[in-house]
Nanobody
Framework: QVQLVESGGGLVQPGGSLRLSCAASGSPFSFYAMAWYRQAPGKQREWVARISSGGSSTNYADSVKGRFGISRDNAKNTVYLQMNSLKPEDTAVYYC??????????WGQGTRVTVSS
C-alpha cells in the first residue's frame, strides 16, 4: 500500500510562488513515473505535470507550461512542484500520484493552494 502525503500549499498573492512536496511510502517509488494533479472547486481533477521514473523527462499541461516545474528526489521518495507566477485560476487542491495509472491505494489528502489578493 502506497501512502502519499502532500504538503506546501497555502494562500499566496497573484504572481507569487509556492513549492509543493509529495512524500511517498510503502512502494519502490523510483520505479514509477509520477504526476501532480489538481482539483478546483466545482471541477474535475486534472493532470498538471508529470515526470519520468528517473526524472529526465517532464511534461506539463498547457495551462501551467513555463510557470511550473516538476522534479523528484528518489533517494527521499519525494516529488516536488515548483509553482511560479501563480494565477487565481491555479486555486485548487493539489495531489500527486503515479502516472498514468494511479496507485490502487488511491489519493492522499492533497494540499490546498489559494491564489488571491
Amino acid at each position: 500500500q502506497v501512502q502519499l502525503v502532500e504538503s506546501g500549499g497555502g494562500l499566496v498573492q497573484p504572481g507569487g510562488s509556492l513549492r509543493l512536496s509529495c512524500a511517498a511510502s510503502g512502494s519502490p517509488f523510483s520505479f514509477y513515473a509520477m504526476a501532480w494533479y489538481r482539483q478546483a472547486p466545482g471541477k474535475q481533477r486534472e493532470w498538471v505535470a508529470r515526470i519520468s521514473s528517473g526524472g529526465s523527462s517532464t511534461n506539463y499541461a498547457d495551462s501551467v507550461k513555463g510557470r511550473f516545474g516538476i522534479s523528484r528526489d528518489n533517494a527521499k521518495n519525494t516529488v516536488y512542484l515548483q509553482m511560479n507566477s501563480l494565477k487565481p485560476e491555479d486555486t485548487a487542491v493539489y495531489y500527486c500520484n503515479r502516472w498514468p495509472n494511479v496507485f490502487p491505494s488511491g489519493w492522499g489528502q492533497g494540499t490546498r493552494v489559494t491564489v488571491s489578493s
